[in-house]
């Protein structure tokens, strides 16, 4: 990798220094020597939230976690040269000059390993096309299907809504989101936690691009009777990384320097809507056989990010029916979860991106519906829109309420677990993936519960009748008695008395009048809960 890197930077480096030198490059730095901060204090440069997530799932603080050496970055700046961006997992900086004399200079400085050439490019539009356009704890209105597709408002119902979650949206823009109505409640609420542009160097990412406006939708929305998102409480930071009117190898650094900023500030999940293959200069462009999550600095990026903790997902990419047919860089990385899109009959969408990444492995990971996903409009009005653009902040969400059954879990722990519980898991392919998630049944499976003799069902499973079940109970104490429908709803509840030393035999009865399906009886008992998933005949 780092020899076909260095080979890249010869032919393009020199070709564009023998003549005006572009104004962007990419400084590789050796080593982070005489560096100010130390992995042995991670509190100067790590927010505790993030240090807190490290520590749950024992993820150690290492040399890529502390920032760029700063006499370095100095070093640089002296030579005549704007340093733009700074990644602290490449260790390196984007910088900007038109002076060929500088990055003489710069290729001379002793802690520089090599400098890669970024070009100005032309312009390229985000696929955004628009088509024209029950209920448990929301009334999801036109959102609906995206939502149960998933039995995503199961996890609704049990109060598991994002509360706490944050999630970064790296996106090209985020155009009305500060003056819409629809979004008033994430400022009221105070659930945007922080924003930053990496395109332009600050912290306005209300302009530019509607399309982060429109993913942000289909996971914050809570417009009752209209619109409702997978993940309606949950904080956001809003990242902008990609610039819309180009295409330019510099949106990997960008997208890598947002990635490290969410890191920072603790984020658990991040949402990605794009995908890299061809840039406006074609021989900075990707061929098939780089997708392998190897090549492109983004992919590399993204594992990185996902080693830190943070659950990546992504976009398949929207080549399905172009010439290149296959995702996109980040979707090859190996740990993030690349979502295909299907429309709301299940079926895949023509432009989804289609697998496996180029050393075989099964992409994408899992899809969600992308063909005509309800969106807000940039007009503040309920709509549609298509592409896997939407297909990933639309499972993003769930994954993010998911997470919150069970914290404990790692992010690869919960992608696997996706996975698994999806509709073609045992018979994954090039188009679908491992198919549709079901995150209620990924829910029964990371479920935390007590496995013992204690309680258990003496009743036949499936049920008729009523329902029996037995509690054994050292001491005198009281047991919370929960029976609901599979969407969550409850049917009964009651609170009883057990009895030291003794068996004690509980009926619900006459449930004979319900309507055949999946029932959950759910017992709390001396701070345990027993949960048993029921038929009914």
């Known amino acids: 990798m780092r020899i076909l890197g260095f080979i890249f930077f010869v032919v393009l480096y020199f070709a564009g220094f023998s003549q005006t030198a572009p104004n962007k490059y990419w400084v590789k730095l050796k080593d982070k020597n005489y560096n100010e901060y130390s992995i042995n204090n991670p509190e100067q440069f790590l927010s505790q939230r993030a240090i807190d997530r490290r520590n749950r799932h024992n993820i150690a603080i290492v040399e890529n976690d502390l920032p760029v050496t700063q006499i370095y ?255 996109t860089a980040p979707a090859d990385a190996r740990s993030v979860l690349a979502i295909g899109a299907i429309s709301s009959s299940e079926t895949i969408a023509a432009f989804s991106s289609r697998g496996p990444s180029s050393d075989g492995r099964i992409k994408p990971d899992v899809v969600a519906i992308g063909s005509s996903s309800t969106v807000l409009s940039t007009n503040g009005n309920i709509s549609t829109a298509s592409g896997t653009s939407f297909s990933a902040p639309i499972t993003a969400g769930l994954v993010a309420c998911l997470w919150q059954v069970n914290p404990e879990i790692s992010n690869a722990e919960l992608f696997d677990v996706i996975r698994q519980c999806s509709s073609q898991y045992d018979n994954p392919d090039n188009d679908y993936g491992y198919g549709i998630p079901d995150f209620y049944k990924a829910y029964t499976k990371i479920k935390i519960n007590i496995v013992s003799d204690e309680v258990y069902l003496s009743s036949e499973n499936p049920f008729n009748d009523e329902v029996n079940f037995v509690v054994k109970s050292v001491d005198e104490d009281d047991i919370r008695i929960v029976f609901c429908d599979i969407l969550g709803r409850v049917i009964f509840s009651d609170q009883k008395k057990v009895y030291a030393s003794s068996i004690n035999k509980y009926t619900i009865n006459d449930v004979s009048y319900l309507a055949e399906g999946i029932y959950i009886l759910k017992i709390y008992h001396s701070d345990k809960e027993y949960e048993f998933k029921m038929m009914k005949n």
């Open 73 to 327: 970055i100095d070093s640089i700046e002296q030579t005549g040269a704007t340093v733009i961006l700074k990644s602290k997992w490449f260790n390196a900086v984007t910088i900007e000059t038109s002076d060929s004399s500088v990055l003489t200079a710069i290729e001379n400085l002793s802690f520089v390993d090599y400098i890669e050439y970024f070009s100005k490019s032309v312009s390229k539009e985000l696929d955004t096309s628009k088509a024209k356009s029950v209920n448990d704890y929301y009334n999801y209105g036109n959102a609906y299907n995206q939502i149960h597709i998933h039995n995503g408002e199961i996890l609704h119902n049990m109060g598991f809504r994002g509360q706490g979650m944050y999630i970064a949206v790296i996106d090209a823009g985020f155009t009305n989101v500060n003056t819409l109505e629809a979004f008033a409640p994430l400022f009221n609420e105070g659930r945007i936690i922080a924003t930053r542009d990496f395109v332009d160097g600050d912290d306005n990412v209300y302009h530019a691009n509607t399309h982060g406006q429109m993913v942000l939708s289909t996971i914050a929305m809570n417009l009752s009777g209209e619109m409702v998102g997978t993940a309606p409480e949950a904080s956001f930071v809003l990242l902008r990384s990609e610039d819309g009117a180009t295409e330019n190898k510099i949106e990997e650094d960008n997208w890598i320097s947002a990635a490290e900023f969410a890191d920072s500030i603790g984020v658990d999940v991040i949402n990605t809507s794009l995908g890299y293959n061809n840039y406006d200069n074609t021989a900075q462009s990707y061929t098939y056989s780089d997708m392998n999550g190897e090549t492109a600095r983004i992919s590399i990026g993204a594992d990185i990010c996902s080693s830190k903790g943070i659950a990546v997902v992504v976009s398949a990419g929207n080549e399905g029916s172009s010439s290149w047919h296959y995702i």
